[in-house]
């Protein structure tokens, strides 16, 4: 390098000062179960003019399987599998108003998929499976054991203290959230904690009764103050944009559910309907009725194909793609490919996921309806033509679009009747105003 062209400023500009401190959020109260009262409320109180920073938040918890056997009080035979995110049904986050910001529906079912799509097997087993439970790579069958309740009716057994990312748009930590700008009470994070049955896979199904509690639970973070300059030049900020406020773009998640009915063969249509100004990409994924209320089935960690041979979806009256996706044992790269371009992973070398070609429970797809697998079926709904999408951010905008459907073509008739989750991905406008007041667009 040229000495001569290397220049140094005689005024640079000054960081903005801040402090810097981890904050523990903790529930109202220090016990649930989701057979009394199963919804857990978080308060967020945080300091005058302070901001939050998501980006290394945490949820912890401690979990006690109370399972028992009612005849034998055996601790191995009621041995339960489960992950810290299979235990939370939905996630509500309210403003200081106590109005509706955002909710996820489904919530272990959609981090379950997430992880499997964008999770890399070394994250897994080195963080993953130490931090949260589960296994050590994407089979839900390698989870570690915690023993049941020495009991012949419920009591506390062995317990587990699990940590975890919470996958929202609000906590997300794309952006230091100004929550200390809010007026009125403390705006709080909600979690429905699932069903017993469908959050704990149980080792022996005759005499056993699932059940479970958790306590101890915090959320963590990193809670930013600034100096008065910055506070000052940022309320100034909020004041020009008015009754609209200054907002932050993030990603959420929109669930529907379909069903296919026993017996059923051919062309189906599962109808659904979901409306958001900026829709990115929507998953389908089918599981068995019958397993997802199955205390001896994973019933969040595999899914099955439904001998699902062809799929499209149609919105508006056009079909997407405009050439169905055909899937077989011997032809499935297509429709992984779709998958994988949902969550931008074909290029991204950094990235990794738990899928296998062919090991049990964490193969991609299989025809044959009662094998186990991560089958999920992808539309990429990104819209970057401003001149006629301008009112979005960077989806399809569906807030128009009346009812929409996936289309399954099944080689065989269902054994049984399936439930066809279907997620949208969308971007999420948070707004903060002037007068206190934190809102979302979607």
């Known amino acids: 390098m040229n000495p001569d062209s290397v220049k140094f400023s005689s005024s640079p500009v000054e960081a903005t000062s801040a402090e810097a401190e981890l904050v523990v959020f903790r529930s109202e109260l220090n016990s649930y179960n989701p057979s009394s009262n199963k919804f857990i409320r978080v308060n967020l109180p945080v300091a005058d003019k302070a901001w939050i920073d998501w980006s290394d938040s945490v949820v912890s918890l401690k979990f006690t399987n109370r399972s028992y056997d009612d005849t034998s009080a055996s601790t191995s035979e009621t041995a339960v599998k489960t992950q810290l ?31 499997d799509y964008t999770m890399g097997s070394n994250h897994k087993v080195g963080v993953e499976q130490i931090l949260a439970g589960g296994s050590a790579d994407g089979d839900p069958n390698g989870a570690f054991e915690i023993a049941g309740a020495n009991a012949t009716s419920e009591a506390d057994g062995s317990s587990l203290v699990m940590v975890d990312r919470l996958m929202t748009g609000f906590t997300s930590g794309q952006y230091l959230l100004p929550l200390g700008y809010l007026i009125g009470q403390a705006p709080a994070i909600i979690l429905e904690l699932e069903d017993p049955a469908t959050a704990l896979k149980i080792n022996t199904d005759a005499n056993t009764h699932a059940h479970y509690a958790v306590s101890e639970v915090q959320i963590r973070a990193k809670q930013i103050r600034f100096n008065s300059a910055f506070n000052a030049n940022f309320e100034a900020t909020m004041a020009s944009a008015g009754e609209v406020g200054v907002n ?195």
């Open 248 to 442: 932050y773009i993030t990603e959420s998640y929109l669930h529907n559910q379909g069903s296919l009915n026993s017996g059923v063969s051919g062309q189906q249509t599962v109808p659904f309907s979901t409306n958001p100004r900026s829709a990115k990409y929507i998953l389908a994924c089918m599981r068995l009725e019958a397993d997802i209320l199955n205390k001896i089935k994973f019933s969040l960690g595999v899914r099955h194909s439904a001998s699902t041979s062809q799929y499209s979806w149609e919105i508006s009256g056009k079909l997407y793609p405009n050439q169905p996706i055909d899937i077989s044992n011997t032809n499935y790269s297509q429709a992984y490919a779709n998958v994988l371009d949902c969550f931008g992973q074909i290029g991204n070398l950094n990235h990794n996921t738990l899928i296998t070609r062919s090991t049990a429970n964490t193969l991609f797809y299989s025809n044959t309806q009662s094998t186990s697998s991560k089958f999920l079926a992808g539309l990429v709904l990104e819209d970057f033509n401003s001149a006629t999408n301008s009112s979005t951010y960077s989806g399809a905008n569906l807030s128009t679009v009346g009812q929409m459907s996936f289309r399954p073509k099944l080689d065989s008739a269902l054994s049984g009747a399936y439930r066809v989750d279907m997620i949208t991905s969308i971007d999420m406008s948070i707004h903060f105003t002037l007068d206190g007041r934190m809102y979302s667009v979607r």
């Open 85 to 115: 995110s299979n235990l939370i049904k939905s996630v509500t986050i309210l403003n200081s108003q106590g109005e509706q910001v955002e909710y996820i529906n489904n919530y272990n079912l959609i981090s379950n998929l997430m992880d």
